[in-house]
């Protein structure tokens, strides 16, 4: 185990003064349970707060998003689906100590190891190194908050009930155009109210450029 402590602290970039901490964040239940070990449940359990307090300060402190807003973007980022990426990325799964299931398979799995680290990493030194550790990790900064809160928040829904809220206005999406490869096509949608083009917007996805571009004509409409 001492090889892996010195590689897992490699990629993390951050060495232990207690390496039993960071040894019982890598003890999955089911391998702790047979040998009569510590798990890293208890840690991970710390982690998720650290993690959530951490999220919910960066947002304080560089945005003006309302309350809901802040709570879906929130939620993205401290889940299991976002944190995971960070493991799998670095190859942590590869360390976890478990037994017989492949922990590779499992995006839980990687995301309470993710919880779990921080929460040993918080007790080893203190809450300024997991916010870095965080930071950096997550890659936070101000376009991928702003990214998210796209991603969140339904501005289709929005300018449906703008749309209703008015007197016999109608509302369309056009698909204007579909480029690139198969695998990696990027649509181009416009909206349309009351037959006039509002705004026309491009992304990967066509639920994703219809959802910017009706942001985007609500801000012409709003003012």
Do not use: W
């Not at 299991?80 to 976890?96: A, R």
């Not at 809160?149 to 056009?174: C, F």
């Not at 491009?202 to 639920?207: E, G, H, I, L, R």
């Amino acid at each position: 185990m001492e090889t892996n402590i010195k590689a897992i602290e490699n990629i993390i970039e951050y060495k232990f003064k207690n390496e039993n901490l960071l040894k019982t964040a890598f003890t999955h239940s089911s391998f702790a349970n047979i040998h009569n070990l510590q798990s890293n449940e208890r840690l991970e359990f710390l982690g998720d707060s650290v993690l959530n307090f951490c999220t919910t300060k960066y947002l304080y402190q560089n945005f003006e998003f309302t309350e809901g807003d802040s709570s879906k973007i929130r939620a993205f980022v401290v889940s299991s689906e976002y944190v995971s990426e960070y493991i799998k990325n670095n190859k942590l799964i590869d360390y976890l100590s478990c037994h017989n299931f492949n922990p590779k398979n499992s995006t839980n799995v990687m995301g309470d190891l993710y919880e779990a680290i921080i929460g040993a990493m918080f007790l080893d030194s203190n809450f300024d190194t997991c916010e870095k550790f965080i930071e950096k990790s997550l890659k936070f900064s101000k376009e991928l908050f702003n990214q998210i809160h796209l991603q969140t928040k339904d501005y289709k829904t929005e300018l449906q009930e703008y749309v209703q809220g008015q007197e016999k206005m109608t509302l369309e999406y056009i698909l204007i155009d579909k480029t690139g490869p198969a695998h990696l096509p990027e649509f181009t949608m416009a909206v349309e109210i009351d037959g006039k083009q509002y705004a026309k917007a491009t992304a990967k996805s066509k639920k994703e450029a219809e959802n910017l571009v009706a942001q985007k004509a609500l801000e012409i409409l709003k003012k």
